[in-house]
C-alpha cells in the first residue's frame, strides 16, 4: 500500500514539475479547454434558470370564467357551490361585475370612458387556479364549466406557455448535443497534448520499459496529466461562465425592473462545479488512458 502512494506521489509530482517547465503553454491548453466547456455551462445555467421562472409562472396561472352579462345571483351562486366541490380546481375567486367596474375606474385613463358608459358592460366572474396544468386536464375542464348554466367564455391563457415548454425542451435536446460536440472537442485536445508529451518523452519511455517498467508505471504521469488539464479548464470554465453571467446580468435585472419582476441567472452552484470538474476530469482521464495505450501497443509492435 505504501509503495503505491509513494508511486503516485512521485507521478503528481513529476506532472506538476513538467507542467511548471511550460507553464504558458499548459495554461492556453487549459484555457482552449476552458472556452469549450463554458459554452454548455452558460446554456444549461440559462435554461435552468428560465425553467424555474416558467414553474413560478405555471404557479400563477389562472382560468378565468366570465358569467353572461345578464346571469342572476342564483346563477353565480350555483357555479360557485360547483367550483367548491370540483377536484380538478385548486382555489378560485370571484369578481363582481360592480367591483370589476370600480377597479376599472380607479384608473384615471379610463375615467373619461366610464362616464360614457349607460350601464355596467363587465360580467361576473371567476378567477380559477386548476390543480393539474397539463393541457389535457386543462381541455376537460373547460369542457366541465362551459356546460354550467350561465357561463358565456372561459379564458385560458395557456398556448404561449406550452409553446414556451417546447422551447426549453428543445433548448435541452440543443444543450446535450452541444455537451456532446465540445467533449468531443476537449477529448480530442487533451489526447493530442497528450501524444505531443510523449512524443517529447519518447526516449525516456523506451529506456522505462527496458529497464523493466510496466504499463501502468509509464501510463501513470500522463493520465494525471490528463486529469490536471481537466480541472483547470473546468475551473476556468466556471470562472468564465460566472462573468459571462454577471455581465448578463447588469442587463436582465435592469429590463426586468421595468417589468416589476424578480429575475436573473443562476450562478453556478456546487452541484455545477462537482458534475462540470468530476466531468472533465474523467474526458481528461480517459483521454490520457487511450492515446499512451495506443502508443505502447505501437512501440511493442
Known sequence: MNTWLTQHSQ???????RLRENLFGNLFIAFTIAVSLALPIIMYLALTSFSGLVGSIKNDSHMSLFLTTDATPTMADSIHNTLATHAAIKKFQFISKEAALKQLANDSQNENIIQ??????LPDAFFIEPTDLESAAINQLKTDLSQLDGVEA????????????YLLAL??????VLAMLLGFAI?????????????????????????????SFIRRPFLYSGAIYGLAG??????IASCVILLFNLSIVSLA????????????????LFVTCLSA??????????TVSKSLFKSIN
Request: glycine fraction near 6%.
Open 11 to 17: 507521478a503528481r509530482q513529476l506532472v506538476i514539475s
Open 234 to 239: 473546468a475551473l476556468l470554465a466556471l470562472a
Open 257 to 272: 425592473t421595468e417589468y416589476q419582476a424578480d429575475f436573473s441567472l443562476r450562478l453556478p452552484n456546487f452541484a455545477t
Open 116 to 121: 360614457t358608459l349607460d350601464k355596467n358592460p
Open 187 to 215: 477529448f480530442a485536445v487533451i489526447g493530442n497534448t497528450i501524444r505531443m508529451q510523449i512524443l517529447t518523452q519518447q526516449q525516456e519511455i523506451e529506456v522505462s520499459q527496458l529497464i523493466g517498467a510496466t504499463h
Open 171 to 176: 433548448g435541452g435536446n440543443a444543450l446535450w
Open 154 to 165: 372561459i379564458q385560458i391563457d395557456h398556448a404561449w406557455l406550452k409553446r414556451l415548454n
Open 281 to 290: 476530469i474523467l474526458l481528461g482521464v480517459v483521454s490520457a488512458y487511450i
